[in-house]
């Protein structure tokens, strides 16, 4: 077996810049300030931190610390554990690289918006706010009637979409060193245009309205189920662990680094970014209600139809600066996506490839930057959105919430947390206690099944998945053959000799 020298990042910095750059992500600006509005305003982010210090935090010391323990990716680190779990690190590999199959998908929609911005090509004031629906479906996507219905792939989005994978690969290709520079610039310009558009929005007729809507408490709220399993999804999914990626990011750390802190740095600016991606987008919000007299219940205040249907909107509707601040506004969200789009295709995908075939890392980035971009064509075609919310569902749901449990289960029983602690404290700054045993052990994935049973299987198993067809088979079925599939994939990947082992600096 070849010893490779594993790559490192090349300060603390730029590792923790690239970490916050793969967890800050589209999910903290479409999904993060809804939940918060929709369940109990200020009250949700009780549950939520209680999330973020029981399961989040504990789970990325773990990613991290197994990373950089085993010297390994995902699935080198299981291997390391014990042969008969390497699968285990293959199966999110594979959610990390569907994930980003359909992620750049959604980054070239926002060039698409930030071109048509500069025209506001949806049309300004009333007219342009009744047609932004239209336009996103219609011209923008194309949209058949069902998932059998895929027609030609719409050129335009297309195009972008290879634009996209162009700047992925350029950033990916040299690595970890490269990865961590350019991810300072990328988490802070959005930093920045958050910022702006704040002020935009709170510069806005009817801001506070919406802003009240955003975090007025409602105690009530605790008692309900609901809210816990919202606050608990929403962490799986704004950390972006249980993908493989924060394993391979954990593995270029030095020897002598620190894992904890960074793992409680990570956490803290993910969840401070998000809620003050609540500010700019519920003062907006509150700035639709009034100028087109609606109620809110009337505005699309989450997933794609905020970003890319309520935003246009009150673009058209804005006294001033229209253009610009739809430009800002789609630029920012480019600059989120690429960073998590990078962590995934390179951390989640490409080093696990490297650490097991001996690839180079300009064959690895290459073979994975092509693929994903062909698998990626399926969305862009006419009913390639369908497909892009099956394939969601099925991995951003099921997927990392399963193997995330997973991973914990084996660490906590099979490994033994103890060990990977006392090694994580030996270089951290803060050291962590037995307690954080029992959280891998017994919280984290008991909080992770919970989700995936309540939110997942009581619904998914019952209905169909939204209700699509394809013939005999529905929505639910396509979830449970690509986790089948993925997971058989694993297994037999599992089975093919390694050809490097952990490498030192
Ligand atoms: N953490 C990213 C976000 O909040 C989402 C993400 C999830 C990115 C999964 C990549 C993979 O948007």
Same mark, same amino acid.
């Given at each position: ?115 048509? @911005? !500069? ?7 009333? #007219?342009? *706010?009744?047609? =932004? $629906?239209?336009?996103? +479906?219609? /011209? &923008? ?120 802190? @960074? !793992? ?7 969840? #401070?970014? *998000?809620?003050? =991606? $609540?500010?700019?987008? +519920?003062? /907006? &919000? ?220």
């Amino acid at each position: 077996m070849a010893e490779v020298t594993r790559e490192r990042w090349t300060g603390r910095a730029p590792f923790i810049f690239a970490a916050i750059g793969s967890a800050i992500g589209l999910g903290n600006v479409w999904r993060f300030p809804y939940m918060t509005y929709e369940y109990g305003g200020g009250t949700f982010l009780i549950p939520y931190i209680i999330g973020l210090i029981v399961m989040g935090i504990p789970w990325m010391m773990m990613e991290f610390g197994m990373g950089r323990l085993f010297q390994r990716s995902a699935p080198g680190a299981f291997e390391g554990i014990g042969k008969k779990w390497e699968w285990l690190g293959w199966w999110p590999v594979w959610v990390a690289f569907l994930i980003v199959t359909y992620y750049t998908v959604i980054i070239a929609w926002s060039l698409r918006y930030a071109i048509s @911005s !500069a025209t506001v090509e949806w049309g300004m004031g009333q #007219a342009g *706010a009744e047609g =932004a $629906g239209d336009f996103f +479906f219609g /011209t &923008v996507l194309q949209l058949s009637d069902g998932p059998t219905a895929l027609g030609p792939p719409v050129w335009f989005i297309l195009g972008l979409l290879a634009f996209v994978w162009l700047v992925i690969f350029l950033i990916m290709f040299r690595g970890a060193r490269i990865i961590g520079k350019v991810s300072v610039v990328l988490v802070i310009v959005p930093w920045i245009l958050l910022v702006v558009l704040f002020i935009r929005g709170i510069t806005l007729p009817g801001a506070l309205d919406g802003l009240n809507f955003y975090l007025t408490p409602d105690f009530a709220v605790l008692g309900s189920i609901d809210v816990w399993f919202a606050a608990f999804s929403q962490i799986a999914f704004t950390l972006s662990l249980g993908m493989a990626g924060m394993v391979a990011y954990g593995s270029f750390i030095a020897r002598k680094a620190d894992v904890n802190n @960074s !793992a409680i740095i990570t956490s803290f600016s993910d969840a #401070a970014t *998000a809620f003050f =991606a $609540g500010f700019a987008v +519920f003062s /907006t &919000v509150g700035f639709i209600m009034q100028a087109m007299n609606i109620p809110i219940g009337d505005v699309s205040a989450s997933g794609l139809g905020l970003a890319f249907v309520t935003y246009p909107v009150a673009v058209s509707m804005m006294p001033g600066g229209n253009a610009l601040v739809g430009i800002l506004f789609f630029l920012c969200l480019f600059s989120l996506g690429t960073t998590s789009a990078y962590f995934l295709a390179y951390g989640g995908v490409a080093v696990p490839l490297m650490d097991k075939f001996g690839w180079s890392r300009i064959k690895a980035t290459l073979i994975v930057t092509i693929v994903a971009f062909l698998v990626g064509v399926l969305y862009t075609t006419q009913g390639g959105l369908y497909w892009l919310d099956m394939v969601d569902r099925a991995v951003c749901f099921y997927g990392l919430l399963i193997t995330g449990a997973l991973a914990c289960l084996v660490i906590g029983w099979v490994y033994g947390p103890r060990k990977l602690r006392e090694h994580s404290n030996e270089t951290s700054d803060i050291k962590i206690g037995a307690w954080w045993d029992w959280l891998i052990r017994l919280v984290v994935p008991g909080g992770l099944i919970f989700v995936v049973v309540v939110g997942g299987f009581m619904k998914d198993g019952k209905e169909q998945y939204s209700g699509y067809e394809i013939g005999a088979l529905g929505g639910s079925d396509i979830i449970w053959i690509i986790l089948g599939v993925t997971l058989i994939f694993s297994i037999l990947l599992s089975f093919i000799k390694t050809k490097t082992t952990g490498g030192g600096e």
